[in-house]
Nanobody, 125 residues
Framework: VQLQASGGGLVQPGGFLRLSCEIS????????IAWFRRAPGKEREGVSC????????YHVDSVKGRFTIARDNAKNMAYLQMDSLKPEDTARYYC???????????????????WGQGTQVTVSS
């Protein structure tokens, strides 16, 4: 199983980035896809998640209205559109897959089974 995240970079405050996650070796339609992030000196944080069945989406309060998560099971891809970026969004972002409800993945109650290597997002002027 491999999860390959890409699309990170340096962006100014107020800018946008679109992260992509290419997933291989999984029957993707069974798995929730969640994005986590970890900033230096901070705890890992669940950011956004999309359910496998109905495609319901979930976001941590700090990114609601700014981040959008999507998936394309046919292409084995997941995406995180990040708009109106803030310096506090600076972190390494990880794409993950798990067989659990999004609420339990994002709040850390259940750890996703599969993790990618992450992609760095830096928001700075």
């Amino acid at each position: 199983v491999q999860l390959q995240a890409s699309g990170g970079g340096l962006v100014q405050p107020g800018g946008f980035l679109r992260l992509s996650c290419e997933i291989s070796g999984l029957s993707l339609h069974y798995y929730a896809i969640a994005w986590f992030r970890r900033a230096p000196g901070k705890e890992r944080e669940g950011v956004s998640c999309i359910a496998p069945s109905n495609g319901g989406t979930y976001h941590v309060d700090s990114v609601k209205g700014r981040f959008t998560i999507a998936r394309d099971n046919a292409k084995n891809m997941a995406y995180l559109q990040m708009d109106s970026l803030k310096p506090e969004d600076t972190a390494r972002y990880y794409c993950t897959a798990g067989l659990a409800p999004c609420s339990q993945l994002l709040n850390g109650y259940i750890r996703p089974s599969y993790w990618g290597q992450g992609t760095q997002v830096t928001v700075s002027s």
